[in-house]
């Protein structure tokens, strides 16, 4: 659940975070354990679309857990 900026060396501050909580949303939503997305050489999910799919159908969950899962630290939501 270590975000992707984490395995090229960066800091760990909040954005690091919120990764790695949208990564095990769908765990957290459904109570049962997923299957794991391949990851790419630089450590994203190769297949993102699909482990979102497999998020409940709760409104807005899967536009909220993808901008969670921005490759870009900065663009993902903050709490302010």
């Known amino acids: ?7 090229m060396d960066a800091r760990a501050d ?15 939503l459904s109570g049962a354990a997923i299957e794991r997305p391949r990851l790419s050489a630089e450590g994203y999910p190769a297949d993102i679309d699909a ?16 901008a969670m899962l921005d490759r870009d630290p900065g663009r993902r939501p903050t709490a302010d």
């Open 51 to 66: 482990a979102l799919s497999r998020l409940p159908e709760v409104p807005g969950a899967r536009a909220l857990f993808a």
């Open 14 to 28: 909040a954005p690091s975070d919120v990764w790695s909580l949208a990564a095990t949303g769908p765990e957290l």
């Open 1 to 7: 659940y270590m975000a992707p900026e984490r395995w």
